[in-house]
């Protein structure tokens, strides 16, 4: 004999136990999100925000117009290498880092290629940066230092509220 149940018996689950339950998860799922929210709060991602380089809190505090600005005077500024070129020269170190034996002169030769494309781009970045500084009224000025001191106080979390 099979232990089946009478057949005038329901066996489904009765309404408030799933609403309980769908209740319970809801409540769940947020607890998890307020502990997961507190946690990258406390304990941001500090390798992250190490590589944004001395220049970050500068384009962070921005207002939103200013700095999209910025970033495409850089980006379409013609004298900066390619991104074609800068992704070639990173096959070239890989491709030389191969040879058998190691070719010292080859490889500071593509480091000092790179650098000098860095250091380029990092002249266009602060002239373009300058450009903008020097275009705000002594008011926006005065706000945006402000926001530079928010972003130095919160690191590069230090997200300001008046971007647009």
Not at 66 to 89: M, Q, T
Not at 106 to 111: A, C, G, H
Not at 116 to 121: E, P
């Amino acid at each position: 004999m099979t232990n089946l149940p009478p057949p005038d018996v329901d066996l489904r689950c009765p309404r408030w136990v799933k609403v309980v339950l769908a209740v319970s998860l809801a409540l769940n799922l947020a607890v998890v999100g307020l502990v997961a929210g507190m946690m990258m709060r406390i304990a941001p991602l500090r390798e992250v925000r190490s590589n944004l380089g001395y220049a970050a809190p500068y384009v962070i505090a921005l207002p939103g117009q200013e700095r999209r600005s910025l970033l495409r005077a850089i980006r379409n500024d013609p004298s900066l290498p390619r991104r074609a070129d800068r992704k070639a020269a990173f096959k070239d170190m890989v491709n030389v880092l191969r040879l058998e034996p190691f070719d010292r002169t080859q490889v500071s030769s593509i480091l000092n290629r790179q650098g000098a494309d860095v250091s380029q781009i990092q002249t266009v970045a602060q002239s373009a940066w300058l450009d903008a500084v020097e275009g705000m009224s002594i008011k926006n000025r005065l706000a945006y230092i402000d926001r530079i001191e928010v972003v130095l106080s919160r690191g590069s979390r230090g997200r300001v509220k008046d971007r647009k």
